[in-house]
């Protein structure tokens, strides 16, 4: 009895080696490409932007405006509760030395100069109605101008949201379909949605060398002039000064569409 155990553990024991032979092709694991997301994770990990699937954007053409080279790349994607965004572009916040960390009383903030991304959404497909941005995009009609401020932490060095300001036609002004953004008496400062349809628990944002890259959430159930399946949207960098470092697409078309499941 004790013979037939004694030859029972060798084989086990050769047939273990054998099976972690590394020479064994039948060993070797199989590869297992990387599992899509379902959906975009605000959380300052990009990597997800690489793997769902129906992501749309663009970057910077060969031939971009030399003047207009701040904006380096955009991305969107959408689910049923949000638009998901992506930039990446050039550093212009100013050195921090000398700035008061009490700005706003808790230490957070700031150089005191925004350097805002303008996000225009056509929520309803029709580039005759809303507001129209030139130069840079005079062709896209949107129902809303979605400007989002950002400042440098003082403390951290770190990029955050100041707060996401919605910006619609002023008609109580005379605005009309197809006016500027840009001129005077035009945007108008809807107070009811600003840090609503972004908030800070939808943005993320890390320096990279020389550029930031930003992730953030447009929540569609606070984007009332929606209509259809399909947002058309552009995207602006404004710097210090309140200067145009860049914008994108730049292409004859103006804008990107997004499609909603």
Do not use: H
């Not at 965004?85 to 903030?109: I, K, R």
């Amino acid at each position: 009895m004790k013979r037939i155990i004694e030859i029972s553990l060798s084989l086990l024991v050769v047939w273990g080696a054998a099976s972690c032979n590394p020479d064994d092709n039948n060993s070797k694991e199989p590869d297992v490409p990387d599992t899509p997301s379902e959906t975009i994770v605000i959380d300052g990990n990009f990597s997800d932007w690489d793997t769902v699937e129906g992501v749309v954007g663009c970057t910077l053409p060969a031939d971009a405006n030399p003047e207009r080279l701040g904006l380096k790349a955009i991305k969107f994607f959408a689910d049923a509760d949000y638009i998901y965004g992506y930039a990446e572009y050039e550093n212009a916040v100013m050195s921090l030395e000398g700035v008061d960390p009490s700005w706003d009383g808790n230490g957070a903030w700031t150089t005191g100069v925004p350097t805002p991304l303008r996000i225009f959404l056509d929520l309803d497909g029709n580039p005759k109605t809303g507001m129209t941005c030139k130069p840079a995009f005079p062709s896209i009609g949107a129902e809303i101008g979605l400007e989002l401020y950002q400042y440098m932490a003082v403390e951290t060095g770190a990029v955050t949201l100041g707060w996401s300001q919605c910006n619609t036609l002023n008609v109580k002004e005379g605005a009309e379909d197809g006016d500027d953004f840009n001129a005077l008496g035009v945007q108008y400062w809807s107070s009811e949605r600003d840090n609503y349809i972004v908030n800070r628990d939808n943005f993320r944002s890390k320096i990279s060398g020389n550029s930031i890259r930003t992730e953030f959430a447009i929540g569609l159930d606070y984007c009332d002039e929606l209509k259809g399946r399909t947002v058309n949207v552009s995207v602006q960098f404004m710097a210090e000064g309140w200067s145009e470092k860049g914008y994108l697409p730049q292409d004859e078309k103006g804008y990107i569409t997004i499609q909603l499941p």
